[in-house]
Each structure stands twice: as structure tokens, then as C-alpha cells.
């Protein structure tokens, strides 16, 4: 059987949209965290004892363990991957540190971009709903697991000498659309304008250093429309006593060992890669695939979007010399089966009206598997926008992009997404909560005249699952944040029978890890916990 080998669609670090369209992104390195695992409070709750009555517990339950799970820091310290996780509840958390279960991290990038249609037709309730959406949550799961964390430097870093650099600060990657931009004639301090750091680092550097130089540069610079690359490594001096160091890292081997000649061509060569640019007009590139949709993204800039087979040869060549971009930004990815015919990719390019020239902004990669009894379900695998590309709406015009061309095939019964990190999960909610509210109208119109949305009956769930190639669960949810936008919260009986239904979802979801807590009033506190978690998330 063919299995994905990447890992989820969505790593945390990469998703914040950053506005870095022509500036270099700081480089300051950020302070090594040290997790504080928290274990699930056993103390009994005061709360009353029908299904409703957690709903008054405001407080964490976990305040109080606060300094003992501090003191038990380096007993879980193999558990600090669970504290990372960015798509855990602050109470899964807490009870997979409990029971000595791995929590695995999501590991895909994207940007999340606010998408500028009008919403004009929409129910007031809806237009706001879809604002809230889009606002950061400072009380969102990730949030609260950051204020968990203790920024204290690793004791072993106050060890660290000039020989021993951390590798996210020396690395940068470069997308050239110009020749002149090699020549230092640009205004980016030399560089292109389309430069930036990578998020991640460990898969390619052990433990995301660089030993035996001082001062290491690593730049990657790439033609910004075929990919064309070449690697520059430099450093002011070499240590003289290696075994001081632990060592010296081979720089140029652990990178070319990725780069896949000889479907992707580098060079070591500056001169011979700004005579590849210059030879280069921008009429020379064809993309690979085919087109399915253009739209203009500013006066001077264009998007086009195209979709081909990972094992076509014009694309499977394409596709080498991008999979390197995955190790920078996407946590544990690993490099797809490039000669399986089912994976398809969707890639986005930025043209420039002035100059033609275009260039890689992003891309999808997606496969199809058999659903039961004869239709196929596609999920979602990778998805990453690069950081010059990041906030400007791009990546939820090319979901919806996948979305269209995946209605327009008869055989696939939905579209899912393989692990979504939070952030994602939350782009992906307001495309399917826009695309919702479009196709069904007559009924958000009634229900926001009512206040009331009809029950989700399986006729009405089948419908939108065959107009929307929504997955059930992704359905259930859109419809429990839209009911969440249109109850009335002054009104105790609706508002309370609003909560029952979303907690006994929320049971039977996590219902292994809930029935295992034995107070049962412990256990209707945490269950309340993680109902209002998801109320932060939808408010």
C-alpha cells in the first residue's frame, strides 16, 4: 500500500504571517526554551454535578501543580516534545504528560493570510463571525502552552563558543529574479530583495549547529522562477583544534546531499550562476503543469496557478529542487515518493506585469485515497508559502484554488487534511465558513432572521458534503462555529443547551482520555476546560 511519507500539513513556527515581501527577516536568535510539564490536578472540584455545572470553573486546574512540575522538570524531560505540540489542548497536554504518551507535533508550513473578498453579503452575524476569526487568539492552546514555557537560556549555551554558531542565524535563502541583483546594484544591502532565514534547521544540521567556524555564512540563492541554485558558503576562520569544538561541520556536503543532481541543477560557481541569469530571459521558463486560474494580486503582479503530477518528468525535476524548501520550514518532513503517480502538486507563481518574470510563491501537494464504497478522498499534505509571499492573501486563493478543481472531479467524495497545525486549521475554517455561507444563503439568511440554525440532519450534512467536498468532521465544525455566532448568550436555557452539544462532542472525541479520570467531578472540570478552549477559539 502506497502511505504518505511526509509528515502533517503545518508546523507552528512557519504559519505567522509576516510582512516580508522586500525586506530581510530578523535574524536575532530567538531564546532557547525549556518546557515546564504540568501534570493534571487529582484535587476535587467544588463544581455541582449535572452534565453543565464545570462551566463556572474559570481557574486552571493547573495553577496549583505549577512548582511541583517545575521540581519534576528533568524527570519528563523526555516528554518536552508534548509541550511543543501545536495542535494539543493545554488539558491533552497535561494528560499525555499524565500518562506517559507521546504527543506528535504537526509538521507543515503555511502562510495564514487574510483572504480580501467583500463579505457584504453575508449575515451581520456571519460578517462578524469571519472577523473574529481572523484575529490573532491570545487565549488560543498554542498561546496559553507559550506561557507556559520558560525563556531561560540552555545551560549548555553558556558553554558555547565562537566555534559552536547556531544555524537558523547563518543560513539564508535567496530567491534572484535578476542578474543585477548578484552585482550588489540593488538597495537590500547588497543582497536580493527576496531574502529571508529559514524556520527550521535540525533536519539538515545536528542539533541545529555549525562547528569548527567562526563568523559561518550559508547562503542559497535560487533562480526565482526555475530554481536554478547555487550555495555559497564562507566564515572568517577555521578553528585550529577541532576537538575543542566536538568537531567540524561539513557545510557543503550535509546541503548537496539534498539538492538531487541531476534533476536539480546547482552550481558552487557565483559566476557561472549570474551568467545562468543573465542568459535567462523570462519568456526562457515554462512552467510545469497546467494552468487552472489566474488573478491579479496588486497593480503590477499577477498569481497563476498551475496543477501537474509529481512523477510527470518536467515536474518531477521542478518538484527536487523545491522539496529542499520543506526541511527549512516544514517540522519533520521528509522527501514525498516522487515516482508514485498519485501525488499531485499545485504551485503558485508571481508574475511582475513590468517584467514578465515570475516567480515561486507557494505550493500544495495532495493525495488521493480509496473511499468507501467507490469515490476517492484527496488529502492535503505539504503546504507552504514563502516567507516574501506571506501575508498577502496567497494561500487561501490557492486552497480554494485546490477546492474548485477538486469539485470539478466527479470521483472525489471530500477533501481532508492531513494533521493541520492550528493556524491552518483557522485559514481553513474561513475558506470552508465563506464557501458555506455562499452556496447555502437561503438558510444562514433564515437563520440569522431566527437566531437559530436548523439541527445538522444527515440529509443537510450529505448536501454540503456534495456541494463543498467538505470531510464530515470539518462540516460538523463549521456548523458548531456558526451556530457559536449566532447564539444568544443572554439567553441561559439556548446558551446552555449550545454548550451540552458541543461537550458531548467534545466527550465522545476525547472519551479514552476523559474516562480514565475517575472523579467524576475532576472529569466534568476538564471537559469544561477544553469546551472553553474551542469557545476562545471560535470567539
Not at 73 to 80: H, K, P, R, V
Not at 260 to 271: C, G
Not at 304 to 320: D, L, T
Request: charged letters at 25%; proline letters at 6%.
Amino acid at each position: 500500500k502506497t502511505r504518505l511519507q511526509p509528515s502533517s500539513a503545518m508546523s507552528a513556527t512557519a504559519t505567522q504571517s509576516k510582512q516580508t515581501t522586500s525586506t530581510k527577516v530578523n535574524a536575532s536568535r530567538p531564546p532557547r526554551r525549556r518546557a515546564v510539564l504540568i501534570p493534571v490536578s487529582s484535587s476535587t472540584s467544588s463544581s455541582g454535578g449535572n452534565a453543565d455545572a464545570a462551566s463556572s470553573v474559570t481557574a486552571s486546574p493547573f495553577a496549583a501543580e505549577m512548582a511541583r512540575a517545575q521540581s519534576s522538570l528533568e524527570a519528563n524531560a523526555a516528554l518536552s516534545a508534548v509541550a511543543t505540540s501545536s495542535s494539543a489542548t493545554p488539558f491533552a497536554l497535561a494528560m499525555q504528560v499524565a500518562t506517559q504518551k507521546k504527543v506528535s507535533p504537526s509538521s507543515a508550513s503555511v502562510s495564514v493570510a487574510s483572504s480580501s473578498s467583500s463579505l457584504a453579503q453575508l449575515p451581520v452575524s456571519a460578517t462578524s463571525l469571519f472577523a473574529s476569526l481572523l484575529k490573532p487568539q491570545s487565549g488560543s492552546a498554542s498561546s496559553i502552552v507559550d506561557d507556559l514555557m520558560e525563556t531561560e537560556e540552555d545551560e549548555e549555551d553558556e558553554e558555547r563558543s565562537e566555534w559552536d554558531v547556531f544555524a537558523n542565524d547563518c543560513v539564508s535563502l535567496h530567491l534572484v529574479e535578476e542578474a543585477a541583483e548578484m552585482k550588489g546594484t540593488d538597495t537590500n544591502n547588497g543582497q536580493p530583495a527576496m531574502s529571508f532565514h529559514p524556520e527550521l534547521t535540525h533536519q539538515i544540521f545536528d542539533d541545529e549547529r555549525i562547528l569548527g567556524f567562526k563568523n559561518p555564512r550559508v547562503d542559497m540563492y535560487y533562480a526565482s522562477d526555475s530554481l536554478y541554485s547555487y550555495m555559497s558558503f564562507e566564515y572568517d576562520e577555521l578553528t585550529p583544534d577541532p576537538q575543542e569544538c566536538r568537531g567540524v561541520t561539513d557545510v557543503g556536503a550535509k546541503i548537496k546531499y539534498y539538492l538531487e543532481p541531476p534533476d536539480n541543477p546547482s552550481t558552487t560557481s557565483r559566476a557561472k550562476f549570474i551568467q545562468v541569469l543573465e542568459s535567462s530571459p523570462p519568456e526562457a521558463f515554462t512552467p510545469p503543469g497546467t494552468l487552472l486560474e489566474q488573478y491579479d494580486l496588486s497593480d503590477n503582479e499577477t498569481v497563476e496557478i498551475y496543477k501537474g503530477q509529481v512523477a510527470e518528468p518536467h515536474m518531477r525535476a521542478y518538484h527536487a529542487r523545491l522539496q529542499l524548501f520543506n526541511l527549512w520550514y516544514i517540522d519533520g518532513a521528509r522527501y514525498i515518493e516522487s515516482g508514485d503517480p498519485k501525488w499531485h502538486i499545485y504551485l503558485a507563481f508571481r508574475r511582475r506585469r513590468s517584467s514578465g518574470r515570475l516567480s515561486l510563491a507557494g505550493w500544495i501537494t495532495a493525495y488521493p485515497f480509496f473511499s468507501y464504497p467507490q469515490s476517492l478522498r484527496t488529502r492535503i499534505s505539504q503546504v507552504l508559502v514563502l516567507p516574501p509571499f506571506q501575508g498577502r492573501g496567497l494561500c487561501a486563493q490557492l486552497l480554494r484554488a485546490v477546492y474548485r478543481d477538486q469539485l470539478r472531479d466527479e470521483r472525489v467524495a471530500d477533501l481532508t487534511v492531513e494533521d493541520p497545525s492550528p493556524t491552518f486549521q483557522r485559514l481553513r475554517d474561513v475558506v470552508d465558513l465563506k464557501n458555506l455561507c455562499r452556496e447555502f444563503a437561503p438558510l444562514l439568511a433564515r437563520a440569522s432572521a431566527t437566531g437559530q440554525l436548523p439541527p445538522l440532519h444527515g440529509e443537510l450534512e450529505q448536501s454540503i458534503r456534495k456541494r463543498l467536498k467538505l470531510w464530515k468532521g470539518q462540516i460538523r465544525r463549521c456548523y458548531e462555529v456558526l451556530r457559536f455566532a449566532l447564539v444568544n448568550r443572554s439567553d441561559e436555557e439556548g446558551y446552555r443547551a449550545y454548550r451540552l452539544y458541543v461537550k458531548a462532542r467534545l466527550y465522545h472525541r476525547n472519551e479514552e482520555t476523559l474516562s480514565g479520570i475517575e472523579n467524576p467531578v475532576e472529569r466534568k472540570r476538564q471537559l469544561d476546560i477544553l469546551y472553553r478552549e474551542l469557545e476562545k477559539e471560535y470567539g
